[in-house]
């Protein structure tokens, strides 16, 4: 069976950290560009941060740069979302998502037509 399951999610205060991981079954991660996006109450889906499949490059939102660091787990057929000094503002559902032959920047940017998403791990930032 083909999934993607988010984790790490939960309730952090302002300035904390967490670790969101995306896990792929029934399909091997590293043939896929692979992205995370969030989408908070009456807003729309956003790209927050995507790396392509082959070369590694990576895209942030202008929003999480210098916060947010994604990476792969090959070895665990696992993307992770770094997430450190967070804001009350990055309360969100968070999914993950991949697709093929995509670069990382369209992949975040948009049309979000992807082959295969999770189904989101929620984020509260609160005090």
């Known amino acids: 069976q083909v999934q993607l399951v988010e984790s790490g999610g939960g309730l952090v205060q302002p300035g904390g950290s967490l670790r969101l991981s995306c896990a792929a079954s029934?399909?091997?991660?590293?043939?896929?560009?692979i992205g995370w996006f969030r989408q908070a109450p009456g807003k729309e889906r956003e790209g927050v941060s995507c790396i392509s499949s082959s070369s590694g490059m990576k895209y942030y939102a202008q929003s999480v740069k210098g916060r947010f660091t994604i990476s792969r787990d090959s070895a665990k057929n696992t993307v992770y979302l770094q997430m450190n000094s967070l804001k009350p503002e990055d309360t969100a559902v968070y999914y993950c998502a991949a697709r093929r032959f995509a670069s990382a920047q369209a992949m975040c940017v948009g049309p979000y037509d992807m082959d295969y998403w999770g189904k989101g791990t929620l984020v509260t930032v609160s005090s």
């Open positions: 029934g399909f091997t991660l590293d043939y896929y560009a």
